[in-house]
């Protein structure tokens, strides 16, 4: 048996499901943050979102997608970018050395953008190479990574990030009470953005036990 996070050994049937929610989380595309974008070019994200979720996923048709949007002006280079960042680490591509690529490029784009967008921008960079390092199973650079996000922006979703990398890390009860404190402590709407998303996302699946339906 597996041992859990306080050192004793997790039950066979705690360890199955354990596994069993790691598995769905890997075949889950990455999805950027697309609330997160300024709401000018929110709008223009819809079609690539839902590009990313299809079933149907066609990498080349969201790479030219994303490249329409910005030669038509309808997203700026920072969030080219980052789309095309999450094409590359969906899992039906895997190319992160290639997301690593752009992910360097975007972190030079945000700081030559500049302005009031810079540390959201920047956050966005934290953010994709906290992915990259939790999609190759480098969990606490990950953590690093998100931690430092949220830091940069406060929001359910880099919040999200952090828990669901202690949780891969076996850190079960520090996400517990992280979430405890959390709740305590942070505005209303953003701990219900925060319940919403454990309710629906495979990798904080372990904390639907902390919250009412």
């Known amino acids: 048996m597996s041992p859990r996070p306080d050192g004793n050994p997790r039950t066979p049937r705690y360890n199955e499901l354990y596994d069993r929610i790691l598995r769905k989380v890997d075949e889950v595309a990455y999805l950027p943050l697309v609330d997160q974008v300024e709401p000018g070019q929110r709008e223009a994200l819809g079609a690539y979102e839902a590009l990313l979720r299809s079933p149907d996923f066609s990498a080349d048709a969201a790479r030219a997608l994303v490249r329409r949007l910005s030669a038509e002006g309808r997203i700026d280079r920072v969030v080219a970018l980052s789309c095309l960042h999450a094409i590359e680490a969906h899992p ?58 949220f830091e940069r922006e406060r929001s359910a979703g880099n919040l999200s990030n952090v828990l ?3 949780l ?14 959390v709740r305590g402590s942070l505005p209303r709407p953003l701990v219900a953005s925060l319940l919403d998303l454990i309710r629906l996302d495979p990798d904080l699946a372990l904390l639907r036990t902390e919250i009412h339906p």
Do not use: W
């Not at 891969?168 to 404190?181: D, K, P, T």
């Open 168 to 181: 891969r890390l076996g850190e079960e009860e520090e996400a517990r009470e992280l979430l405890a404190q």
């Open 164 to 166: 669901a990398t202690l």
């Open 92 to 149: 039906r591509v895997k190319n992160y050395a290639e997301a690593a690529r752009l992910v360097g490029e975007q972190e030079v784009a945000a700081l030559q953008l500049g302005g009031p967008s810079l540390s959201r921008n920047l956050a966005s960079v934290d953010r994709h190479r906290g992915v990259l390092a939790f999609l190759l199973g480098n969990y606490d650079v990950a953590l690093d990574y998100f931690s430092r996000t």
